[in-house]
């Protein structure tokens, strides 16, 4: 069974940083780009970060751009975001998603399946 | 970035009745080297995370009951529950996945009568 697993969240001050992880499974890692989605408590899905399989090519939304690394080690098929100078704005659950499909030259792009269940971070003084 | 947009933001149904979402991209996702439109349709129930219904705008995923169906050309796009059950109280996200920034739609909600 293919599965994500979040892990990392928690209570920060306006500020400081923070490390998710994503523990992937029954999936060969590698080969997939994987992707970090938030959702603020009561609110819509917001797209954080891609990662290429092999991690040569990332995407940021502006809003985290310059505070915010997404990276992988496939050898632990593991997925990380790197949250740095973390904001109010920031507080949500962070799900990490994996791509659908491979990555073709023709299809570019495809949509997230499976979501992880999600990991909260709360970001106040 | 292309921006997506959902009515209504709320609807009731009774049971067994349709159920119409309507989703707008404020451009083309529909890509000319392979005439797929890049639209997925998400369901999302209290405190779960989304599942996905749809993708390529009207092909169902696998094990999504066949009362779910979506349609829609370059810029518009309807996600239809047949027939709505009481499993299918949910919020619903459409997003587009033709270009980064990946944007979705600010969900709608969806209720029994």
């Known amino acids: 069974e293919v599965q994500v697993l979040e892990s990392g969240g928690g209570l920060v001050q306006p500020g400081e940083s923070l490390r998710l992880s994503c523990e992937a499974s029954g999936f060969t890692f590698s080969v997939y780009a994987m992707n970090w989605v938030r959702q603020a408590p009561g609110k819509g899905l917001e797209w954080v970060s891609t990662i290429s399989g092999s991690g040569g090519s990332t995407y940021y939304a502006d809003s985290v751009k310059g505070r915010f690394t997404i990276s992988r080690d496939n050898s632990k098929n593991t997925l990380y975001l790197q949250m740095n100078s973390l904001r109010a704005e920031d507080t949500a659950v962070y799900y990490c998603?994996?791509?659908?499909?491979?990555?073709?030259?023709?299809?570019?792009?495809?949509?997230?399946?499976?979501w992880g269940q999600g990991t909260l971070v709360t970001v106040s003084s | 970035d292309i921006v997506m947009t959902q009515s209504p933001d709320s609807l009731a149904v009774s049971l067994g009745e349709r159920a119409t979402i309507n989703c707008k991209s404020s451009q083309s996702v529909l890509y000319s080297s392979n005439n797929k439109k890049y639209i997925a349709w998400y369901q999302q129930k209290p405190g779960q995370p989304p599942k996905l219904l749809i993708y390529w705008a009207s092909t169902r995923e696998s094990g999504v009951p066949d009362r779910f169906s979506g349609s829609g050309s370059g810029t518009d796009f309807t996600l239809t529950i047949s027939s709505l059950q009481a499993e299918d109280v949910a919020f619903y996200y459409c997003q587009q996945y033709y270009s980064t920034p990946f944007t979705f739609g600010p969900g709608t909600k969806v209720d029994i009568k």
């Open positions: 998603a994996k791509d659908a499909q491979l990555s073709s030259a023709i299809e570019r792009y495809t949509w997230f399946d499976p």
